[in-house]
């Protein structure tokens, strides 16, 4: 997608350059995977308002700043956070490397491989996890370690890399923000070092473009002679919540102009940006494709992994605020790059 | 500079685009205002060996980063950082709004007006006038009320405003190494709210490109029916010494080409930014220059303010990693834009 616009971009700049009149070039629809309907009317008419010179709320283009969760609104994220089976299936060699874990729990549970009993885990236990993993080695190592796990860890029903499962219409809504001069920022609940290590290849999105939730580093001076960091079982950021907006502040320091979402976890995120002047958007995925993804919701029991959903409330706030809701269902005509089929309505 | 940079550039991409030969474009040379000499050699020649096509040492453009100390590097540290005249200035209003703290250690003190005593005030006692005064208000409260101030105040020596004491040899590496695609970032010790309230107009770098000492800040949904972020008296990141590496993980998550800094304080900054591989660049500015600007470092009695200085232990450090140090003195044959005459030697 990005190489088509691209090209069909050049290809009007130069036209315009040589004052010749452009040959009639294939127009691409870069929302392509988007059924016609108010989501992508919505999405379009953003672009416009915000990128056209001489409109009323045109916004420069340093000033562009869109901002992505991820789990449940870039990926897939049922029936578990990829981050959360990542770290589950470390802690075998956690306990191998400290056996007096073995006999404490939450890992002694993780360690039977029940996982009816794993997703029953409270939340403070899934913490206890979180922190024994993601901590006590190099970035480097940490880095090493995710691509690993990354390339060959398969997601239960699709059989396929997490790293595929990636919503086809959201990466095109990444493309044609950054096509129209928007820089796209990921604002996660999952782990910044996380999500960083893949977040180029699998969203074009450079590491200094991933806000997530954040441990503190350490810096030593080793006696190998080489300096390092090393991943501290510390909270700097839970970028959560009001932790996104505070996480927004803290990394980029700017107001976004179009937040997504798809979860009470966002919702500040999206607050925040509705209160800016100007045109702003902000909209929520629903998950409501049984068939092609999931659907659920708070009818639905969710595992312990879950930290927000997309409640009855959050719909009411969206009503009231404006928000625009993306019904996976109605307004996608495909989910996934890997699945062809295309389900116009 | 920067709009002399932009001009040769276009005129050169156009002239390609048209396949016509380029008229005799004036070369201008970006680094003017340095002498010839090591430092401008190893500036030069950095840039050459990430930059060339096929050069062993070529580094891509996503990855191309430098980062750049503020104080005493890209601008007048002494006699006291201008953040600290801030918010020793702040703290009338501070005790208008608080009268309790009139009769309080260390606001007694800063509330006398007298300079040697407060300047005797030992670090603790500073960093609770700076805990106090840089928050307790709304974020747009505080980017006000410093806008402000820098149109205002003036610096006791030059009687210009605190902005215009940047290091015009500085703002050319920045304009230089942006010319050659690197991404220019301040890591700074003073406070990133603060900074990047002026940091787009003074060095053309944006605020999600300021890393510095960070306090925390609390959404909140007031009253007024509006979300507000109000910073908080809570230390997130101390950017000095290994913070800084730690600050350059959290906010950029990749390992600087290039490291500019004038203190101890930049020690770590150096260090992790030479143990990368290929080519990189550490330059330290040395303050020899008591005509134009200042000489100091060890041997003068520095204020309280002064967190890291260029100590010799830090002279001996840049000798034995190849640090190249900017003498003031030697390098730079203009100091200051205000300043037109020229010392070439």
């Not at 939450?106 to 885990?121: E, H, N, Q």
């Not at 960083?196 to 002679?225: C, F, H, L, N």
């Not at 919540?241 to 997504?260: M, N, Q, S």
Request: proline share 6%; with cysteine; aromatic share 10%.
């Amino acid at each position: 997608m990005r190489r088509i616009l691209a090209h069909t971009f050049t290809s009007v700049s130069l036209a315009a350059i040589l004052g010749i009149p452009s040959p009639a070039v294939a127009q691409t629809d870069p929302l392509a995977s988007w059924n016609d309907g108010a989501a992508k009317k919505a999405l379009v008419e953003f672009v416009r308002a915000t990128t056209t010179q001489g409109s009323a709320t045109f916004v420069p283009a340093a000033e562009r700043i869109a901002t992505f969760d991820q789990d449940g609104t870039l990926w897939v994220e049922q029936p578990m956070y990829a981050q959360v089976v990542y770290c589950l299936e470390r802690v075998p060699a956690l306990v191998k490397a400290k056996p007096e874990l073995a006999n404490v729990e939450p890992f002694k549970t993780v360690m039977t491989g029940d996982r009816a009993a794993i997703a029953k885990l409270p939340k403070e236990d899934l913490y206890k996890i979180l922190g024994a993993t993601l901590s006590g080695m190099t970035v480097e190592q940490f880095q090493s370690e995710v691509k690993q796990w990354l390339a060959s860890a398969r997601d239960p029903r699709w059989k396929r890399r997490y790293t595929e499962l990636t919503y086809l219409p959201m990466m095109q809504v990444l493309e044609y923000l950054r096509a129209n001069g928007y820089k796209t920022y990921i604002v996660t609940g999952g782990g910044q070092d996380f999500v960083r290590v893949y977040a180029q290849d699998v969203y074009g999105i450079p590491p200094e473009q991933v806000v997530g939730t954040a441990g503190g580093v350490k810096y030593e001076y080793g006696k190998t002679g080489r300096p390092f960091l090393t991943k501290e079982p510390k909270l700097l950021l839970n970028d959560n919540d009001a932790g996104k907006v505070e996480g927004i502040h803290l990394v980029i320091g700017r107001r976004p102009y179009a937040a997504f979402g798809n979860s009470t976890g966002d919702q500040q995120m999206l607050e925040y940006t509705r209160a800016g002047s100007g045109a702003r958007l902000e909209m929520l995925v629903l998950h409501d494709d049984a068939d092609r993804e999931y659907a659920y919701g708070p009818a639905q029991g969710l595992p312990v992994t879950k930290v927000g959903v997309f409640t009855p409330a959050l719909f009411a706030e969206a009503k009231k605020n404006g928000w625009v809701v993306i019904s996976m269902k109605n307004d996608w005509n495909r989910i996934f790059a890997f699945d062809k089929s295309v389900a116009k309505r």
